[in-house]
């Protein structure tokens, strides 16, 4: 074997071995970006629908949740606390729930499947806050005499009835909004999932 024969031989095995090298480089760098493009559990479970055990909930109690890293409440309403929907009716600006903030099964006064729980994001649909519990009821409430319970966002000012409806006038443009979901039982709610999907 000639001498230019044994280098062309040694170039072609030095070829070869670098462009190996560098496709397994290759591989090795687009596995983790590829890797990086699908969801991670944490991620997936983030928008996981999310389950509420209300048993213990007293009535004129609320719990929260987080779904899709929003806070959910879910409120026990009292038989008043029903009552005073009446009441706000002619104060709110969507009494009927007409615009499209909750779904079909809670487009009514109450906003819900079962009128005794409220379930509803606990975030102002103005600029994002998230509106503070106000139940008590009249001057105890800081709210004024008539007050009849209900959500304050201290941010800007506006207020919410126990159905979350907005006051007519206020800087949040609409109602909060209420999530999609079910009962899985007659205490333990679904939430994120209302099997309508």
Known sequence: MSVDQKMDSSR?????????????????????F?????????????GAPVEADVSKLKPGEMMTVEWRGKPVWILRRTPEMLASLDKTDEKVSDPNSVKPQQPEYAKNKHRSIKPEYLVTVGICTHLGCSPSEKFKVGADSGMGADWPGGFLCPCHGSIFDLAGRVYSSMPAPDNLE????????????????????
């Not at 209420?178 to 999907?197: E, F, M, N, R, S």
């Open 34 to 46: 590829v890797a990086s493009l699908t969801p991670s559990e944490r991620a997936k479970a983030a």
């Open 12 to 32: 072609r095995t030095l070829l070869l071995a670098t462009s190996a090298a560098g496709g397994v480089a290759a591989v090795a760098t687009a596995v983790p």
């Open 178 to 197: 209420v999530p999609p979901h079910q009962y899985l039982a007659d205490t333990k709610i679904l939430v994120g999932d209302d099997g309508k999907a």
